[in-house]
């Protein structure tokens, strides 16, 4: 009666005896040569299914007692259907294929899940050491029992990084001979990972095991770490014999996961050289701290155009002289332009000056040259500087100002008043000539020399936001600061020109003070790294 249906069919009669099967239910639940099935051929699921029917009574719904199970390695939905007789026709449908289907998806989302997972935690940091314990941990916790990631060699030695479960990572740096690995040594070149199957664990070196991990290992994968141009080290996952070897999905997730690792560990160390490239650059770039050189104060105060910045187009430095009877040249200059560009000009221009030292005696000289420099160099921008000579001479210090179209230093007297030192040029960088025009100065103790950028005087802001700080503020501001060290000056007019600006855009502004002090002499000191060479207490 059954035989055309498209299904395994069963029937149970009231008291649970199977009464009629169809070939395909047969072919399912009986051994070659047995020739009807009885109750006790019935999976164990079904058999419990029919029970609870016969508890609830018959279903009004063929829906309704449905249940599922496994069969022979197949799974089914079984369908009850009553008859007219009180017994019940359950149609076995099989589902085996959209349960593999499922499972698959299943499986698939949370590789997804995991690997988003895994570029979320790795490009939030761009720390080396950071990404490589996260990749570490996220292995082991995720791929296997235990992971070890080999870093590139430095020397002959490498940085390796355990971790085991949920367990802390460790890490160690080894020598390492990549050829006890099979696949190591290749993979530390970025080739392909040799199959897993080729691996023999029990020939692992000691290095290659975490500390503490004491589960006989029953399978392993040697990947490449592939980074930007090459590779970012090498993960070997570790799986203890208990838990079944890494199958073919497996070791295909474990490579995307370390091309995931490997592109973030590759940045990281990018952006640490990078970095590190940038912070030596920028020493060589930043303004020097000043102290006291040869009892003469110096003070100076930078404040780049952009709030984000640290270097600019203006710039300043103070070479002592090597004995107190010698000349400490000072220069305060500002290059055309703002940001890096202009930074890197006045790093060749410092170094410029730094070179020509030895003639610092004679601006004009230093100057010309400078300006030949600038000339013959790539460069499209000019600059403008103030070059000064200072010694002290008992009491006094004795300036020797030279601009080269540069704002006019200004003096502030010990009563009170401010006078411009009457001392022009022209800019260097532009023309093939130059002029100047040096002038002398006294300072009394308790008188300061005051160098600055036009960054200060042309600080707009103001109660409207469209005035200039302007040279007459200047000057007031500077009355009040007559005894006044040489710190505090460039302190208060580098707080002034900030209120003045508010928050509104501003040129690079940069001022230097040299001061001679109320106090007197004292022993010398050091100069941002210029150091004195001179014998404490040998001055008088």
């Given at each position: 009666?059954?035989?055309?249906?498209?299904?395994?069919?069963?029937?149970?009669?009231?008291?649970?005896?199977?009464?009629?099967?169809?070939?395909?239910?047969?072919?399912?639940?009986?051994?070659?040569?047995?020739?009807?099935?009885?109750?006790?051929?019935?999976?164990?699921?079904?058999?419990?299914?029919?029970?609870?029917?016969?508890?609830?009574?018959?279903?009004?719904?063929?829906?309704?007692?449905?249940?599922?199970?496994?069969?022979?390695?197949?799974?089914?939905?079984?369908?009850?259907?009553?008859?007219?007789?009180?017994?019940?026709?359950?149609?076995?449908?099989?589902?085996?294929?959209?349960?593999?289907?499922?499972?698959?998806?299943?499986?698939?989302?949370?590789?997804?899940?995991?690997?988003?997972?895994?570029?979320?935690?790795?490009?939030?940091?761009?720390?080396?050491?950071?990404?490589?314990?996260?990749?570490?941990?996220?292995?082991?916790?995720?791929?296997?029992?235990?992971?070890?990631?080999?870093?590139?060699?430095?020397?002959?030695?490498?940085?390796?990084?355990?971790?085991?479960?949920?367990?802390?990572?460790?890490?160690?740096?080894?020598?390492?001979?990549a050829r006890t690995v099979p696949?190591?040594?290749?993979?530390?070149?970025?080739?392909?990972?040799?199959?897993?199957?080729?691996?023999?664990?029990?020939?692992?070196?000691?290095?290659?095991?975490?500390?503490?991990?004491?589960?006989?290992?029953?399978?392993?994968?040697?990947?490449?770490?592939?980074?930007?141009?090459?590779?970012a080290g090498v993960l070997i996952?570790?799986?203890?014999?208990?838990?079944?070897?890494?199958?073919?999905?497996?070791?295909?997730?474990?490579?995307?996961?370390?091309?995931?690792?490997?592109?973030?560990?590759?940045?990281?160390?990018?952006?640490?050289?990078?970095?590190?490239?940038?912070?030596?650059?920028?020493?060589?770039?930043?303004?020097?701290?000043?102290?006291?050189?040869?009892?003469?104060?110096?003070?100076?105060?930078?404040?780049?155009?952009?709030?984000?910045?640290?270097?600019?187009?203006?710039?300043?430095?103070?070479?002592?002289?090597?004995?107190?009877?010698?000349?400490?040249?000072?220069?305060?200059?500002?290059?055309?332009?703002?940001?890096?560009?202009?930074?890197?000009?006045?790093?060749?221009?410092?170094?410029?000056?730094?070179?020509?030292?030895?003639?610092?005696?004679?601006?004009?000289?230093?100057?010309?040259?400078?300006?030949?420099?600038?000339?013959?160099?790539?460069?499209?921008?000019?600059?403008?500087?103030?070059?000064?000579?200072?010694?002290?001479?008992?009491?006094?210090?004795?300036?020797?100002?030279?601009?080269?179209?540069?704002?006019?230093?200004?003096?502030?007297?010990?009563?009170?008043?401010?006078?411009?030192?009457?001392?022009?040029?022209?800019?260097?960088?532009?023309?093939?000539?130059?002029?100047?025009?040096?002038?002398?100065?006294?300072?009394?103790?308790?008188?300061?020399?005051?160098?600055?950028?036009?960054?200060?005087?042309?600080?707009?802001?103001?109660?409207?936001?469209?005035?200039?700080?302007?040279?007459?503020?200047?000057?007031?501001?500077?009355?009040?600061?007559?005894?006044?060290?040489?710190?505090?000056?460039?302190?208060?007019?580098?707080?002034?020109?900030?209120?003045?600006?508010?928050?509104?855009?501003?040129?690079?502004?940069?001022?230097?003070?040299?001061?001679?002090?109320?106090?007197?002499?004292?022993?010398?000191?050091?100069?941002?790294?210029?150091?004195?060479?001179?014998?404490?207490?040998?001055?008088?």
């Amino acid at each position: 009666m059954w035989g055309g249906a498209p299904y395994p069919v069963i029937v149970i009669d009231r008291a649970g005896d199977v009464v009629e099967t169809n070939d395909a239910a047969r072919s399912l639940l009986l051994d070659r040569g047995a020739e009807e099935p009885t109750t006790g051929d019935l999976p164990r699921w079904l058999a419990e299914a029919h029970d609870r029917l016969k508890s609830a009574g018959t279903p009004s719904r063929a829906s309704a007692g449905a249940a599922a199970g496994a069969v022979a390695g197949r799974t089914f939905e079984a369908h009850p259907s009553p008859t007219e007789g009180g017994d019940v026709v359950w149609w076995l449908v099989e589902n085996t294929g959209l349960r593999l289907a499922e499972e698959a998806l299943h499986s698939e989302r949370e590789r997804a899940a995991l690997l988003a997972e895994v570029s979320g935690e790795l490009l939030s940091s761009l720390n080396v050491d950071r990404c490589t314990e996260v990749t570490a941990r996220m292995a082991a916790g995720h791929l296997a029992d235990a992971a070890v990631i080999v870093a590139p060699a430095q020397g002959r030695r490498h940085a390796l990084t355990y971790a085991q479960g949920e367990g802390d990572v460790t890490r160690a740096v080894l020598p390492v001979d990549a050829r006890t690995v099979p696949g190591l040594a290749e993979a530390l070149q970025g080739f392909p990972p040799v199959p897993t199957r080729w691996i023999d664990p029990e020939g692992l070196p000691e290095w290659a095991v975490p500390p503490g991990f004491d589960r006989t290992i029953g399978s392993v994968i040697v990947t490449p770490l592939p980074g930007h141009g090459m590779p970012a080290g090498v993960l070997i996952l570790l799986r203890s014999s208990t838990h079944r070897a890494f199958t073919e999905g497996e070791e295909l997730f474990a490579r995307l996961f370390a091309a995931r690792a490997g592109a973030a560990l590759s940045a990281a160390r990018l952006y640490a050289e990078q970095s590190s490239i940038t912070a030596t650059l920028l020493r060589e770039l930043l303004p020097p701290r000043l102290e006291r050189v040869h009892d003469v104060d110096y003070a100076g105060a930078y404040r780049a155009s952009q709030d984000h910045e640290r270097v600019g187009g203006d710039f300043y430095d103070v070479h002592p002289g090597a004995h107190a009877t010698d000349e400490t040249f000072v220069v305060l200059g500002d290059v055309a332009g703002k940001g890096l560009e202009a930074a890197v000009l006045t790093g060749k221009i410092r170094s410029v000056l730094h070179a020509l030292l030895p003639l610092s005696g004679d601006h004009r000289q230093v100057l010309g040259l400078l300006n030949g420099a600038l000339l013959n160099s790539h460069h499209t921008r000019f600059a403008t500087l103030v070059l000064t000579s200072v010694r002290r001479c008992s009491e006094q210090v004795r300036l020797r100002l030279t601009s080269a179209g540069h704002l006019p230093p200004l003096i502030i007297r010990e009563d009170g008043r401010v006078e411009e030192v009457a001392t022009s040029g022209t800019l260097v960088g532009a023309l093939p000539r130059i002029r100047t025009h040096s002038v002398d100065v006294t300072l009394a103790p308790g008188e300061t020399c005051l160098l600055y950028t036009d960054g200060i005087t042309e600080a707009r802001g103001g109660p409207l936001g469209d005035q200039l700080f302007g040279e007459a503020r200047l000057r007031e501001a500077l009355g009040e600061c007559a005894r006044m060290p040489a710190e505090a000056v460039v302190e208060r007019v580098q707080m002034l020109a900030a209120q003045w600006l508010g928050s509104d855009r501003h040129d690079d502004m940069a001022t230097l003070a040299i001061t001679n002090p109320v106090g007197g002499h004292d022993p010398a000191r050091v100069v941002d790294g210029y150091q004195d060479p001179r014998p404490r207490g040998r001055e008088s």
